[in-house]
């Protein structure tokens, strides 16, 4: 089992930048791909960014490509979404994920969700 805690939201401007953290504990001796995903109010989920275990990979969805940047310390157990230029599109909770990749990082099962953290971008 997987826990994890998001943390790093908040309420920022248009064009400003926010850090998103999201801790793991359990069974963490585990190589798990981590993923970000974010839903919207009135909208379906939708996959944002992810990372292989050892951090080499990374995936983005189109909307975020050179704005976003995922990243791990895996001795610290956290993934990291840094989000800049953001827009008020961006504005929903963002929530990470461990799983298992299958092939590419675009395959990768979700096993443990975290609760969510709220980004708020105004304009």
């Known amino acids: 089992q997987v826990h994890l805690v998001e943390s790093g939201g908040g309420l920022v401007q248009a064009g400003g930048s926010l850090r998103l953290s999201c801790t793991a504990s359990?069974?963490?001796?585990?190589?798990?791909?981590m993923g970000w995903f974010r839903q919207a109010p009135g909208k379906e989920r939708e996959f944002v960014a992810a990372i292989s275990w050892s951090g080499a990979d990374t995936y983005y969805a189109d909307s975020v490509k050179g704005r976003f940047t995922i990243s791990r310390d895996n001795a610290k157990n956290t993934v990291y979404l840094q989000m800049n230029s953001l827009k008020t599109e961006d504005t929903a909770v963002y929530t990470c994920?461990?799983?298992?990749?299958?092939?590419?990082?675009?395959?990768?099962?979700?096993?443990?969700w975290g609760q969510g953290t709220q980004v708020t971008v105004s304009s």
């Open positions: 994920a461990a799983g298992v990749v299958f092939s590419t990082l675009a395959t990768t099962r979700y096993l443990y």
């Open positions: 359990g069974r963490t001796d585990r190589n798990y791909a």
